[in-house]
């Protein structure tokens, strides 16, 4: 399985950047996917996370309201549109793929890791 990300980039605060991530090679049932994100100097924490299967994204309070993950049209593809960025929001994202059972919030159920985009707000 292999987790292809996109976009980040560097945006001033208040500014709005996309990230987009496709799974290939997924072949097994309906999985969860997420983004996570860890800044410089601190532990890894959760962004926002689905169940692929349907039903409502799941987001880290820091971020509701000011992100918004959907799912693509392409199978096992995520969006994640991030608006009114902020510094704090700094960091290297990761998309992320937990095969079933999986809860879509506990970040140890995910074993396929992408290889991360950077988000830099300044």
């Known amino acids: 399985v292999q987790l292809v990300e996109s976009g980040g980039g560097t945006v001033v605060p208040g500014g709005s950047l996309n990230l987009s991530c496709t799974a290939h090679g997924y072949t097994y049932r309906t999985p969860c996917m997420g983004w996570f994100r860890q800044a410089p100097g601190k532990e890894r924490e959760g962004v926002a996370q689905i169940y692929a299967g349907g039903g409502s994204p799941y987001y880290a309070d820091s971020v509701k309201g000011r992100f918004t993950l959907s799912q693509g049209s392409a199978k096992y593809t995520l969006h994640l549109r991030m608006n009114t960025l902020k510094p704090e929001d700094t960091a290297m994202y990761y998309c992320?793929?937990?095969?079933?059972?999986?809860?879509?919030?506990?970040?140890?159920?995910?074993?396929?890791w992408g290889q991360g985009t950077q988000v830099t707000v300044s």
């Open positions: 992320a793929l937990a095969r079933p059972p999986c809860i879509a919030t506990r970040s140890d159920d995910y074993s396929w």
